[in-house]
């Protein structure tokens, strides 16, 4: 008989701890998480909460008292230096801001101006593959009579635009050591 009664009893208290006690404290450790990432400050909360309280009241405001006369003054002419560093650092935390401002603007004018005008190398490639193209259409020797009057850099460019065949053809109506020199140019 005794040993049921010890047994209820056990049962009461595992009872009692599994379904009251734990989900109890499962919901306030949830709770304090989350106001902390709502961006309540908890333990400022509990101080407010201690300090409503008659009894501890006291004893939490002697605390601060103990505290605060315990903390060293301040000496004036230190505080006086903090407050001019800081009044310059603001300062110069303005003039930043405001180069920051100018350059992201100025970033922003020439992004503009990149996107409206094509750029000159844009224009150069399309010259380039119309002149590339005029050269497929008149001819292998014609063409390699013009490009001989060019520098070397400048037949390199031309031919690089061309198709292969004609490539060929135009290198084959060159002189060979000059056509051997383009070749090797343009297979760097």
Do not use: C
């Not at 000496?75 to 310059?88: N, V, Y």
């Not at 002149?131 to 001819?139: D, H, I, K, L």
């Amino acid at each position: 008989m005794a040993k049921q009664k010890t047994e209820k009893r056990t049962k009461k208290g595992q009872w009692f701890f599994l379904i009251i006690f734990i989900p109890v404290v499962f919901a306030l450790i949830l709770g304090i998480v989350l106001l902390s990432f709502l961006g309540v400050n908890v333990a400022d909360m509990g101080r407010s909460m201690i300090n409503e309280v008659p009894g501890i009241s006291m004893e939490a405001e002697d605390t601060e008292t103990t505290a605060g006369e315990s903390a060293p003054q301040a000496d004036p002419e230190e505080l006086a230096a903090k407050e001019e560093e800081i009044t310059s650092l603001e300062q110069q935390l303005e003039a930043k801001n405001t180069e920051i401002q100018e350059l992201e603007e100025e970033l922003e004018a020439m992004q503009v101006e990149q996107q409206t005008e094509p750029s000159e190398q844009e224009q150069d490639n399309s010259a380039l593959q119309e002149t590339a193209q005029v050269y497929e259409s008149m001819g292998a020797s014609a063409a390699a009579s013009i490009l001989a009057e060019m520098s070397d850099q400048e037949v390199v460019r031309h031919l690089s635009e061309t198709g292969t065949e004609m490539r060929g053809d135009i290198l084959a109506e060159m002189e060979p050591q000059r056509a051997s020199v383009i070749l090797n140019t343009l297979s760097e």
